[in-house]
T-cell receptor
Framework: DGGITQSPKYLFRKEGQNVTLSCEQN?????MYWYRQDPGQGLRLIYY???????QKGDIAEGYSVSREKKESFPLTVTSAQKNPTAFYLC????????????FGEGSRLTVL | GNSVTQMEGPVTLSEEAFLTINCTYT??????LFWYVQYPGEGLQLLLK?????DKGSNKGFEATYRKETTSFHLEKGSVQVSDSAVYFC?????????FGKGTKLSVKP
C-alpha cells in the first residue's frame, strides 16, 4: 500500500539534545512538507521541498533543519536551538506544489523533558 | 497575506443533528479552498475542496461552497454520525503551500 510513514510515533528527549524525525513516502510524490501542530494553533509549516536536493523555509523554520537527498525521504531534525520543541509533527507529500492535496503521515509526538 | 479563520470549538452534537462549521478567509487573488479532517491519533485527510468561486465540494455527506462575495467556505452535513467525531481544518493555498485554520473539534454523542 502506498503511503507516508513517520517514525518514531512517540519520542522523548532531554533539553539540549538534537532529535531527528523520519518521514518516508512511496507515493512517488515530488513535494514533501513538515508541519508542526500545537493545541489550538492549527498546523504551521516548518519546511517544504519541491524536488530532491532543494528545500525552502516555511513560517517557523528557526531551530529546525531538513535534508532531501532522496525523493522518498525528508527527515526533520529538531535542534537544541528550538525553544519550545514539544509538539506533534506531521509530514506530508503531494504530487506537486500548489495542488493543495496533501497526503499526511500519522505524525510523531515529541516531548522534551 | 492569506489567512483562514474558523469557528472555535469544541462543537458537541447529538447523532443525526445538522452540522455547520464556519470558515472565512482573507486572500489576495483566488486561492483554492479545502477542508481536511483529523481523526483521533491520526494525520489529516483531505475531505473536500473547491478551486473557484461558486464551486461546491462534497464528500461523505459533507458539503462546502466557495463563496467569493462573503469570503466563506462553511462546512455542512445534514445528519452527523458518531464516526464523524474528529477535528476539522479549513485551509487555503498561498504561494503554492497550504495555510490551515486552527481547527474545530467535533464530538457527536449517540
Amino acid at each position: 500500500d502506498g503511503g507516508i510513514t513517520q517514525s518514531p510515533k512517540y519520542l522523548f528527549r532531554k533539553e539540549g539534545q538534537n532529535v531527528t524525525l523520519s518521514c518516508e513516502q512511496n507515493l512517488n510524490h515530488d513535494a514533501m512538507y513538515w508541519y508542526r501542530q500545537d493545541p489550538g494553533q492549527g498546523l504551521r509549516l516548518i519546511y517544504y521541498s519541491q524536488i530532491v536536493n532543494d528545500f525552502q523555509k516555511g513560517d517557523i523554520a528557526e531551530g529546525y533543519s531538513v535534508s532531501r537527498e532522496k525523493k522518498e525521504s525528508f527527515p526533520l531534525t529538531v535542534t537544541s536551538a528550538q525553544k519550545n520543541p514539544t509538539a506533534f509533527y506531521l509530514c506530508a507529500s503531494s504530487t506537486g506544489q500548489g495542488t493543495g492535496e496533501l497526503f499526511f503521515g500519522e505524525g510523531s509526538r515529541l516531548t522534551v523533558l | 497575506g492569506n489567512s483562514v479563520t474558523q469557528m472555535e470549538g469544541p462543537v458537541t452534537l447529538s447523532e443525526e443533528a445538522f452540522l455547520t462549521i464556519n470558515c472565512t478567509y482573507t486572500a489576495t487573488g483566488y486561492p483554492s479552498l479545502f477542508w481536511y479532517v483529523q481523526y483521533p491519533g491520526e494525520g489529516l485527510q483531505l475531505l473536500l475542496k473547491a478551486t473557484k468561486a461558486d464551486d461546491k465540494g462534497s464528500n461523505k455527506g459533507f458539503e462546502a461552497t466557495y463563496r467569493k462575495e462573503t469570503t466563506s467556505f462553511h462546512l455542512e452535513k445534514g445528519s452527523v454520525q458518531v464516526s464523524d467525531s474528529a477535528v476539522y481544518f479549513c485551509a487555503l493555498t498561498r504561494q503554492g503551500n497550504l495555510i490551515f485554520g486552527k481547527g474545530t473539534k467535533l464530538s457527536v454523542k449517540p
